[in-house]
Nanobody
Framework: QVQLVESGGGLVQAGGSLRLSCAAS????????MGWFRQAPGKEREFVAR???????NYADSVKGRFSISRDNAKNTVYLQMNSMKPEDTAVYYC??????????????????WGQGTQVTVSS
């Protein structure tokens, strides 16, 4: 398994931007599909975005056109660029790693390694 550490969360005003980073250590990072999930208080963890080992991306409809996921295999890091942020984006954001390479890879059970989460708060 890989160990994952998120950073970059914080407080931002509506319409603003943040970039989250997730640094991975352990087994070969490039072998994994990487995803971002989020969980708001009282709600279930939901899929945000993922990028497979070939760089193919997939997004939740709620963030499509505003968020962008990317990876740098040389740095063992995956990023989530969040633009035009909304108060409903407020949540704890989690980075996750999956050995699944096909399909949407949007379900939490498809991921076998998780970071500790980073808080993102969007004020109105």
């Amino acid at each position: 398994q890989v160990q994952l550490v998120e950073s970059g969360g914080g407080l931002v005003q509506a319409g603003g931007s943040l970039r989250l980073s997730c640094a991975a250590s352990g087994r070969t990072f490039s072998s994994y599909a990487m995803g971002w999930f989020r969980q708001a208080p009282g709600k279930e963890r939901e899929f945000v975005a993922r990028i497979n080992r070939n760089g193919v991306t997939n997004y939740a409809d709620s963030v499509k056109g505003r968020f962008s996921i990317s990876r740098d295999n040389a740095k063992n890091t995956v990023y989530l660029q969040m633009n035009s942020m909304k108060p409903e984006d407020t949540a704890v954001y989690y980075c996750a790693a999956s050995l699944v390479q096909y399909g949407s890879i949007s379900r939490p059970y498809e991921y076998n390694s998780w970071g500790q989460g980073t808080q993102v708060t969007v004020s109105s």
